[in-house]
Each structure stands twice: as structure tokens, then as C-alpha cells.
């Protein structure tokens, strides 16, 4: 969320010992897709700009600024992983903790209704593909 990339990098790496290791974790642009395909079954949202924009973040600022940085080894890494909810209410309870659903519900100026949602969430159990990006920065000295 940082608006202001290359100073956050360089605050971090200020701070960083010399054998420290910088990791970055976030969301890549194929991440929880399952969760957008929800919000507009239940809202009638295809895509919320704030968070589009955020999914792809990491991938291109924060590591095209890292990388540029010579004195730097940088690795990148693609965490999958999937969870299974069991329930459709379990499903749209984690949707409810999400920054998609906080967006969402700003742009709709209006609350979104819980029941509206474990409807849409639909067929049990329900699964969520996770695409995390990491990056890890380390100091070549």
C-alpha cells in the first residue's frame, strides 16, 4: 500500500543488517481470482481499480526497484496454495476481512448483505487459489 515505493525500499534496507534478508510478501495479479468471481455474483462488480492496482504492485514497483539496486541480490518466488472453506458462510466471512470487500462496499456506498453473499458463494466446499508473490532482497557485502 505503500505510495511512495522506492523510499519505503530504501527505509528498509537502511535498517537492514548486513547478513539480514528483506522479504516481501503480497498478492500477485492471479490471486484469489475466486473472490472477484464472488463479489460480482453478489454485487455486480467486475473490478475495483484499487485493488487491481494492488495485485500487481509488488510485481513490478517494489521489484523493479529492488532489482535495480546493484548492491542487492534479489530472489522471486511465486508461493501457490489452496484453502478450502466447508461452508459457504465460511467462505463469505473471509471474504467480509478482505480490502475487495471494504472497496467494494465504498464504491456501492451501501453494506453488503451477508446472506446475499453465502447465496452467491453457492456449492460447497469452496476453493480459493492463493498467488503470493515473494521477494527477498539481501545485501551483497
Known amino acids: 500500500y505503500s505510495k511512495d515505493v522506492p523510499a519505503w525500499n530504501s527505509d528498509c534496507l537502511r535498517v537492514l543488517r548486513r547478513e539480514g534478508r528483506l522479504l516481501i510478501l ?11 468471481e464472488l463479489n460480482y455474483l453478489a454485487t455486480g462488480i467486475k473490478s475495483v ?27 522471486k518466488t511465486v508461493i501457490e496454495r ?26 456501492l456506498a451501501t453494506p453488503i448483505d451477508f446472506e446475499r453473499v453465502v447465496t452467491a458463494a453457492g456449492k460447497t466446499p469452496l476453493r480459493l487459489n492463493k498467488k503470493v508473490l515473494c521477494l527477498e532482497a539481501s545485501k551483497n557485502y
Request: a negative charge; one cysteine or more; glycine letters at 2%.
Open 26 to 36: 503480497g498478492p500477485t495479479r492471479h490471486n484469489a481470482q475466486e473472490l472477484y
Open 82 to 107: 489452496e484453502i478450502v472453506f466447508p461452508t459457504p458462510e465460511d467462505f463469505a466471512k473471509y471474504y467480509f476481512a478482505t480490502w475487495l470487500y471494504e472497496k467494494t462496499a465504498q464504491r
Open 49 to 75: 481499480p484499487e485493488t487491481d492496482e494492488t495485485s500487481c504492485k509488488l510485481e513490478t514497483e517494489f521489484y523493479d526497484d529492488l532489482r535495480a539496486r546493484p548492491e542487492l541480490r534479489i530472489e
